[in-house]
């Protein structure tokens, strides 16, 4: 069961990367960097980061916008039963390893 957690949620990864590839209003990079799936399939939170960081809320917001047509796209691309409601999220990990690079860094 653990495996194909693991393997619907990187298939979501691919499929929402491949998505905001193509809808990206290129005025920011959005990287999907993870996804998590509920052991039922039910739910799935997609993980992004933003380049610039302060265009962070104003992607976010495009995302969350664009989950009809990312779920949408999802189930024309892959073969489950369930599509997961997909929740979408700024990866705070990265964030933190990015800011303690840094600091590494300026030593």
């Given amino acids: 069961m ?3 957690n693991e393997k619907v949620a990187n298939l979501l990864k691919e499929l929402g990367a491949q998505f905001l590839e193509r809808e990206n209003n290129n005025t920011s990079l959005i990287t ?14 997609i993980f992004i980061t933003v380049l610039p960081d302060e265009k962070e809320t104003k992607a976010l917001a495009f995302v969350k916008r664009k989950r009809g047509e990312l779920r949408e796209y999802i189930r024309k691309n892959i073969q489950i039963k369930i599509i997961p409601f997909i929740d979408i999220q700024i990866d705070r990990g990265e964030k933190n390893r990015q800011k303690i690079d840094e600091l590494l860094r300026e030593k």
Avoid: E, F, G, N
Wanted: aromatic share 0%; with cysteine; proline share 6%.
């Fill in 2 to 4: 653990i495996q194909r």
């Fill in 32 to 45: 999907v960097t993870s996804c998590t799936v509920s052991p039922d399939l039910k739910r799935a939170t």
